[in-house]
Nanobody, 127 residues
Framework: QLKIVESGGGLVQPGGSLKLSCEAS????????MAWFHQAPGKEREGISS????????KYVDSVRGRFTISRDNEKDTIYLEMRSLKPEDSGFYYCARARERFSWYSSLTQDEYPYWGQGTQVTVAS
């Protein structure tokens, strides 16, 4: 059974760093593009970063580019999101998601393209 589990969230001061992890099971993760989504309080979930199945291509939205780094370890079936220079607006839940189709790559980051989700991990950026 497909399972996606995020971890690593917590409370951090503005300007601080966190590294999120996403462990996948029940499917061959190395065959799928994976993505991170962010849902701030009172706002819709939005895609912020994705990484192609082989790690050769990554994508970031403008709000996180230069501060966040996505990576993957296909041997461990794990995706990471390293977050630096965190801001209060980075607070919220972070979700890891799997692409709909194997060996696919999407130029956009929409929920329609990533139908499989974890339960999320909460990040709070506050002093």
């Amino acid at each position: 059974q497909l399972k996606i589990v995020e971890s690593g969230g917590g409370l951090v001061q503005p300007g601080g760093s966190l590294k999120l992890s996403c462990e996948a099971s029940g499917f061959t993760m190395r065959q799928y593009t994976m993505a991170w989504f962010h849902q701030a309080p009172g706002k819709e979930r939005e895609g912020i970063s994705s990484i192609k199945h082989d790690g050769d291509i990554v994508k970031y939205v403008d709000s996180v580019r230069g501060r966040f780094t996505i990576s993957r370890d296909n041997e461990k079936d794990t995706i990471y999101l390293e977050m630096r220079s965190l801001k209060p607006e980075d607070s919220g839940f972070y979700y890891c998601a799997r692409a709909r189709e194997r060996f696919s790559w999407y130029s956009s980051l929409t929920q329609d393209e990533y139908p499989y989700w974890g339960q999320g991990t909460q990040v709070t950026v506050a002093s």
